[in-house]
C-alpha cells in the first residue's frame, strides 16, 4: 500500500469513498454526517488530503488532516467497503501522527459523531483519550487526542 498526496483527479474517488463510507450514519444522526457535505476540492488544493491506493494504484481510502497552533487537527478518515478490516484506516492515521511528529506537533485532536459508536472504541485502541463532547452544527460530537511526545 502507499500513501501520496491526494491529487484534483482523486475528487470523485473521495467523495464516493466519503458517501459509502458514512451513508449507514444519516438515519441515526438525522442528516447526512459533516464528512458527506466536505468541500473535497478545496482541502485537496489546500494539501489537506492523502490517499491510500495499493499496488495497483487502486484506491483503498482517505485522510483529511491539516496542522492548528499547536496540534495536527485528524478531520476525516474513511476507507472503501471492499477494503475494510485490512488496517487501511490504521495506516492513514499513523500516516497523520508521522506527519505531525516531523512538525514538532505534540498532539492529534479529533471528533466524531456520538452516533458512531465503533469510533468511540477504536480510537481509545489507537491511543486517543476522551477529552469532551458537545453539540456543534447541531451534531453531538465527541472529542479526542493523543498526545505525541
Known amino acids: 500500500?502507499?500513501?501520496?498526496?491526494?491529487?484534483?483527479?482523486?475528487?470523485?474517488?473521495?467523495?464516493?469513498?466519503?458517501?459509502?463510507?458514512?451513508?449507514?450514519?444519516?438515519?441515526?444522526?438525522?442528516?447526512?454526517?459533516?464528512?458527506?457535505?466536505?468541500?473535497?476540492?478545496?482541502?485537496?488544493?489546500a494539501g489537506q488530503v492523502h490517499v491510500a491506493e495499493d499496488e495497483t494504484g487502486s484506491f483503498l481510502g482517505f485522510i483529511v488532516y491539516f496542522q492548528n497552533a499547536d496540534h495536527m487537527f485528524l478531520e476525516n478518515v474513511a476507507v472503501v467497503s471492499a477494503a475494510a478490516g485490512r488496517g487501511i484506516g490504521r495506516a492513514l492515521i499513523s500516516h497523520c501522527e508521522a506527519e505531525a511528529c516531523s512538525?514538532?506537533?505534540?498532539?492529534?485532536?479529533?471528533?466524531?459523531?456520538?452516533?458512531?459508536?465503533?469510533?468511540?472504541?477504536?480510537?481509545?485502541?489507537?491511543?486517543?483519550?476522551?477529552?469532551?463532547?458537545r453539540t456543534e452544527d447541531g451534531f453531538n460530537r465527541v472529542y479526542f487526542e493523543k498526545s505525541l511526545f
Open 1 to 45: 500500500m502507499k500513501i501520496r498526496p491526494a491529487v484534483p483527479y482523486d475528487v470523485s474517488a473521495v467523495r464516493a469513498c466519503a458517501e459509502e463510507a458514512y451513508a449507514p450514519y444519516i438515519a441515526a444522526i438525522g442528516r447526512k454526517p459533516a464528512p458527506m457535505v466536505a468541500d473535497f476540492e478545496t482541502q485537496i488544493g
Open 103 to 133: 512538525l514538532g506537533l505534540p498532539a492529534i485532536r479529533l471528533y466524531t459523531n456520538e452516533k458512531m459508536t465503533a469510533n468511540l472504541s477504536i480510537y481509545p485502541r489507537l491511543g486517543y483519550t476522551e477529552t469532551g463532547r
